[in-house]
């Protein structure tokens, strides 16, 4: 290894702790696969970068045969330190010890994360929502030497081989022959494991979706992301899963369901599918559609309600309403676990942590009401008719595709609606069996 391979190396691993303190994720020889999971979309968040899960990895457990290209490794500079690789660098070679900034400044604490801990089982889920905008995608593919030919000549479409139905099998068509590439890859959401080798010399891959969404298929060249498309994954009612660790995922039909007026699981539901409730799991309930919403101007109500489980001190639910461009994730839980839960209102986060939620603190195991209204981006939300949180954001949530609940534990809804702009109902469900 000659000197300056040394210096890069070294200085990748300071960037590396940098990183990893702020997101506050510990000791990576003890992250799991969500920590990891985190970590993409925390870079992502501070940086309008996408790297894949499987290049943090590589980096993260010192997997790499070679440094990372030159577009990862500014990307990671410029969060840990606030320049580009070489620029630190050369002030890493030129003074000693420890990378400074120009003019000999030590460089500032890097801001510790605002991305809260609530969103650890449920941020993944939403991420591949997040569409990038083409010119981010170029501008990345610049510094990574791909050209703006190359770029433009690149095809990627999809088309679902069955309506409102799951699994359904995704048709995607691509052309990558103008790009000079070592591998390619389709990955068909967040999920790494959904990931397949390409070959340049076909056009056609297909894949199959097992629960319904509204997901962001990729498209990549070695570890680039050089196009993403939205796949949507329609279903006619309610889908009912769960997770169990967040890669494993079960389903249930109607025969699984509670009786009662309301959406849930009946007992031993969870326990017929080998999920273990006395460990960490995650139910999800999905309404997938074209609402013709306006994720602008809408109100959407229901209620909700846990059972109590004495294995989990801080069990929560997570309301998903999603647009075609950004969403909005809102986390509810017991009373003295606020600190725990959070909000993502299209580019606005909002962390138990450094922000006074406790009027997110309700009683879960009886029935609470939700209210969620949005006036011209304008976002007011209520809890059993009181008002608890008011806040205004610039980007676009886009039409309305997805309404989903994410309970860490068994849970339960009921009374839902949803009406547009002009006060007309687009969806509605007392849950009458």
């Not at 990729?218 to 006619?236: F, G, W």
């Not at 109607?254 to 599918?273: C, I, W």
């Amino acid at each position: 290894m000659n000197d300056l391979k040394g210096v890069d190396e070294q200085l990748l691993e300071e960037v590396k702790i940098r990183i990893g303190d702020a997101a506050e994720l510990g000791n990576p020889a003890e992250w799991t696969q969500k920590d990891y999971e985190f970590l993409v979309f925390y870079i992502e968040e501070k940086t309008g970068t996408t790297l894949s899960l499987s290049t943090i990895k590589r980096i993260w457990s010192n997997q790499y045969q070679r440094l990372p290209h030159a577009a990862t490794r500014n990307a990671l500079s410029q969060l840990a330190y606030g320049q580009d690789w070489n620029v630190l660098k050369k002030s890493r070679l030129e003074r000693s010890p420890g990378p400074v900034v120009e003019g000999g400044k030590a460089p500032e604490r890097l801001e510790k994360r605002s991305i809260p801990a609530f969103a650890r089982w449920g941020f993944a889920i939403v991420l591949a929502g997040g569409l990038l905008a083409a010119s981010i995608a170029l501008k990345r593919e610049e510094k990574r030497g791909i050209s703006p030919e190359e770029l433009t000549n690149v095809q990627f479409s999809c088309q679902t081989s069955v309506e409102e139905q799951v699994p359904n099998t995704v048709v995607f068509s691509y052309d990558v022959s103008g790009v000079v590439a070592d591998s390619f890859f389709l990955q068909q959401s967040w999920d790494i494991s959904r990931r397949v080798k390409l070959s340049p010399k076909y056009t056609t891959q297909t894949d199959i979706y097992y629960i319904p969404g509204y997901f962001t298929a990729s498209l990549l060249a070695d570890d680039q992301v050089i196009r993403e498309i939205p796949v949507h994954i329609t279903y006619p009612d309610w889908f009912v899963s769960a997770r169990q660790p967040l890669e494993n995922i079960v389903t249930f039909d109607s025969t699984d369901y509670a009786e009662g007026p309301f959406l849930g699981l009946r007992p031993n539901a969870l326990a017929e599918q080998h999920i273990d409730e006395q460990q960490p799991f995650q139910l999800g309930f999905y309404n997938v559609r074209n609402f013709e919403a306006d994720g602008d101007n809408f109100t959407y109500s229901s209620r909700f309600r846990m059972d109590h489980t004495p294995s989990m001190q801080c069990p929560d639910l997570s309301l998903l309403i999603k647009g075609t461009q950004r969403y909005f994730w809102i986390t509810f839980g017991p009373k003295g676990c606020e600190s725990e839960l959070g909000l993502r209102c299209s580019e606005q986060t909002f962390s138990g942590k450094n922000h006074d939620l406790t009027a997110f603190g309700t009683n879960m195991t009886d029935w609470q009401r939700v209210e969620v209204r949005v006036r011209a981006k304008q976002l007011q939300l209520f809890l059993n008719g009181s008002a608890i949180f008011e806040t205004t954001y610039r980007e676009d949530i886009g039409a309305l595709k997805e309404i989903s609940y994410f309970f860490r534990g068994p849970g339960y809804i009921d009374d839902v609606e949803l009406l547009d702009g002009n006060s007309q109902v687009r969806l509605t469900d007392s849950f009458e069996h």
